[in-house]
């Protein structure tokens, strides 16, 4: 069933903006008297799941789930009709059109994906506002457990100050992304504050270990359930650990270090229950542990407990535009830093490029409307930038060779196209071999 959902908000997700992608560049051809001879979800090659006839237009859903088009006339794209180029002009026709109409149509994809991100942000940061714990109130630091972290030298109860100089004032999903594009890390380590070097090739080293987090939020180890063959039966669920062989023990992370300095001990505990503290006294099996279910609170429950203050902000319907944009513009930013990172050899970052299956894969396995529109607006400004890079066959391609029409006043001719739209198919193809099949090699060797 979980797969089942995680398809689910992935098919729902691209098909999304697939047709809306598709939309942006059939609107204005439309306007402009452009014939539209074709509007697909999917590609058609062969023969299509469903199609119909309306007016001029065919719409249909191909069988290759590998993006959408539309079929403008007069328009050397990847259907490579050499028929048609082979006649006249004709007036409906997209080469017959001035330059700055050809540009507006080539240009509506991209800017209905980074529109509707706008859009996306907005609404949700109208729908669900913002809950977050400040980083100044995270009094006893993160939790860093991750080898490539500790190797370069942060630790557990590191507090993250700024990131290349941008301030960072409170912990959320954002910040593992922002650590792993940075060069410089600022923290406070004991009252003390110092600067950490981030190094070049951070992803590749990443890769190379199990999928987890940088860093994340310190929790309690919190009792869920007794297992019959427990020997710690003086523990209940919902019990919360706040002391261990007389040493502070708030956090998962400092209980789990005493059990392990501890095997087969029996050790005096305090813990939390009813809101009041309760001693007992806990046995440590030789496997470092108490032989009980922990689980995690959730943040109501964390702050009633005094671990962390919540802050929480509820947007009005004009306080959200200003919020969505500044997210929409962080995302369009970050996103534009992954790629750099990508291009540059020495980082390796080029290793970590994903196909279908790491797309796939970021949707969760249970269903949150929340999650699927986070995603759905991240996917449209990757669509987006994607499709501007200058690669002959994507729409970035036209665009430079239509800039150069109008910076020029010279149109390159159709053969030179047709070549141009054969090598960009080649090279798209190329990549798209490496992404799915690094995803492939990923799936072998197991991340």
């Known amino acids: 069933m979980e797969i089942v959902i995680k398809f689910a908000q992935f098919l729902l997700s691209l098909s999304l903006l697939i047709i809306l992608h598709e939309l942006g ?59 048609q180029m082979a006649l006249p002009p004709q007036p409906w026709e997209f080469r017959s059109k001035p330059a700055w109409q050809r540009l507006i149509i080539m240009l509506g994809g991209v800017t209905v994906n980074f529109i509707l991100a706008f859009i996306i942000y907005i609404g949700m940061a109208f729908a669900y506002g913002d809950a977050f714990v400040a980083m100044a109130d995270m009094k006893d ?79 309690p180890f919190a009792v869920t359930a007794i297992p019959e063959e427990s020997l710690n039966k003086q523990l209940q669920p919902k019990d919360v650990m706040v002391s261990l062989n007389g040493q502070p023990a708030k956090y998962y992370d ?19 229950r009813n809101e009041k503290e309760v001693p007992v006294q806990v046995i440590v099996n030789q496997e470092a542990k108490l032989g009980i279910q922990v689980g995690a609170l959730g943040l109501e429950s964390l ?16 306080e959200s535009i200003p919020v969505g944009i500044e997210r929409g513009k962080d995302q369009l930013l970050g996103y534009g830093k992954q790629l750099k990172m990508i291009f540059n050899p020495e980082t390796k970052a080029y290793k970590q490029v994903g196909g279908f299956a790491a797309i796939f894969n970021i949707f969760p396995s ?55 739209q054969m090598v960009g198919f080649v090279l798209l193809i190329s990549l798209l071999l490496f992404a799915n099949g690094n995803d492939i090699y990923k799936a072998i060797v197991g991340r």
């Open 25 to 83: 560049h059939f609107i204005p051809a439309k306007a402009f008297k452009t014939r539209v001879e074709k509007f697909y979800l999917f590609f058609d090659l062969k023969f299509s799941l469903l199609k119909k006839k309306i007016g001029e237009t065919e719409y249909g859903i191909g069988w290759l789930p590998l993006g959408g088009y539309v079929k403008i006339s007069g328009m050397i794209d990847e259907s490579m009709d050499k028929e």
């Open 141 to 219: 630091g993160l939790l860093i457990e991750n080898p490539v972290m500790n190797k370069i030298g942060f630790q557990t109860g590191d507090k993250i100050l700024a990131v290349d100089g941008e301030k960072i004032e409170k912990y959320d999903n954002e910040i593992n992304m922002k650590l792993i594009m940075g060069k410089q890390v600022q923290i406070e380590r004991n009252g003390a504050t110092q600067t950490i070097q981030m190094p070049v090739d951070l992803v590749d080293q990443l890769s190379k270990l199990e999928k987890g987090p940088l860093v994340n939020i310190r929790m």
């Open 254 to 272: 400092q209980v789990t270090a005493i059990l392990k300095a501890n095997k087969g001990k029996t050790l005096p505990a305090v813990v939390i």
């Open 303 to 318: 702050e009633k407990l005094g671990y962390y203050k919540i802050s929480k902000q509820e947007y009005g319907f004009f």
């Open 366 to 420: 249970s269903w949150s409307w929340e999650v699927f529109w986070n995603i759905t607006a991240l996917l449209s400004i990757m669509l987006g930038v994607m499709n501007l890079l200058p690669i002959p066959a994507l729409d970035g391609g036209h665009v430079m060779f239509l800039l150069y029409e109008i910076i020029s006043g010279k149109k390159p001719s159709d053969k030179f196209l047709e070549n141009a």
